[in-house]
């Protein structure tokens, strides 16, 4: 049996908490630690059966007992906190981002260097049945040669103007997922990045230095193209859909909604509307990720996402950020550089 601590008991922790409490039966979480730990959240962590709640981090980090840890605080904590779980002879599983930082994530890496330890990257996306679905038969040769990859990776609202200050960004924030969807479905790294954007939604977000439309595109390394368009408000709700088209065909997939129903009457043809955000669309996969997550620790095999699938997108963030700003083409390598 795993005993897990997690960092982090915020709206993503308690995604975890739940999903280890009823979904992983290989793993136990001894202790849950936030700063902002109040009695409610306290009490809602007993109940799932924590062990042990606390606001310092470090009782999780200097303890032996517990041989991995979660990391789901906030984004500046992600690689200091990283490194000293490492440090500590501890498995990670990472939140994404890393960091915004490339030489804090390379501290990560470095760190790691010569441990025989386990760290997975969050990017839960590839663990829902649609996109595997679609990453399966791409890889499988059923479209033959991917030529066109498109993602369409729309917000039901945008965020708060707090949350944009610090969230480093659209592109390093919500468009992330994206760019590594864009590798999972290719197979392979982007070479480049161009981005038109705009401020459309919310003159707070563009006040805030960061924009809420986009459409970017990329130059991946087997030649295909991949497109992706992003917005931060979406009326009818969380829309994520994706399409491969390749040399001997194409494959897509749509929006999951409550139920497949439609209406065919005198007033029109209609159906559900999508599942409003990623809570509801995502929940199945997060407690996949973590379950794949615990399985290469029991069977002491690679992870699913390692620390550079949660750097190349990072890379292609900020790729994305400069091209935006400067109105060109830049490429994955000058900002490796």
């Known amino acids: ?26 793993a136990v979480i001894k202790t849950v630690a936030d700063p902002f730990l109040n009695d409610e959240t306290a009490a809602w962590a007993k109940s799932m059966g924590v062990e042990h709640t606390t606001k310092d981090y470090r009782e999780i980090i200097n303890d032996p007992e517990i041989s991995a840890v979660l990391i789901c605080s906030s984004t500046d904590t992600h690689s200091p906190i990283s490194v000293e779980a490492i440090k ?9 981002p890393i960091d915004h930082d490339i030489a804090k994530i390379k501290e990560v890496i470095d760190a790691l260097k010569g441990t025989n330890l386990k760290y997975q990257v969050g990017f839960n996306r590839r663990f829902d ?14 479209v033959g040669k991917p030529e066109i990859i498109k993602i369409t990776s729309r917000d039901p609202e945008p965020p708060s103007i707090d949350y944009v200050k610090v969230s480093g960004g659209m592109f390093l924030d919500m468009t992330i997922h994206d760019f590594d969807m864009v590798r999972y479905l290719a197979g392979c790294d982007a ?37 992706i368009d992003n917005c931060r408000r979406a009326s009818y709700g969380y829309d994520q859909r994706a399409e491969v088209f390749g040399s001997d065909g194409m494959a897509a997939i749509s929006n999951d909604s409550q139920s497949s129903t439609v209406i065919s009457n005198a007033e029109g043809v209609t159906g559900e509307k999508p599942m409003f955000f990623f809570l509801e ?24 996402l390692n620390v550079y ?29």
Not at 129 to 142: D, I, R, T, Y
């Open 281 to 304: 669309r995502y929940m199945d996969a997060y407690g996949k990720e973590v379950a794949a997550f615990i399985d290469a620790i029991v069977n002491d095999k690679e992870t699913p």
């Open 129 to 142: 049945h649609n996109f595997e679905s679609l990453q399966q038969a791409v890889a499988a040769g059923k």
């Open 191 to 227: 070479t480049e990045v161009y981005v038109q954007s705009a401020n459309l939604v919310d003159p707070a977000i563009g006040e805030a230095g960061d924009v809420d439309t986009a459409v970017i595109t990329l130059q991946m390394e087997n030649g295909a193209i991949a497109v």
């Open 1 to 26: 049996m795993i005993k897990v601590g997690i960092i982090g008991a915020g709206r993503i922790g308690r995604v975890h908490i739940t999903s280890i409490t009823t979904r992983v039966p290989d």
């Open 88 to 96: 500590a002879g501890k498995h990670v599983f990472c939140e994404k």
């Open 309 to 337: 699938d949660g750097l190349k997108p990072v890379l292609m963030g900020l790729a994305a950020k400069k091209s935006s700003e400067e109105h060109r083409p830049v490429k994955i390598s000058e900002i490796m550089e």
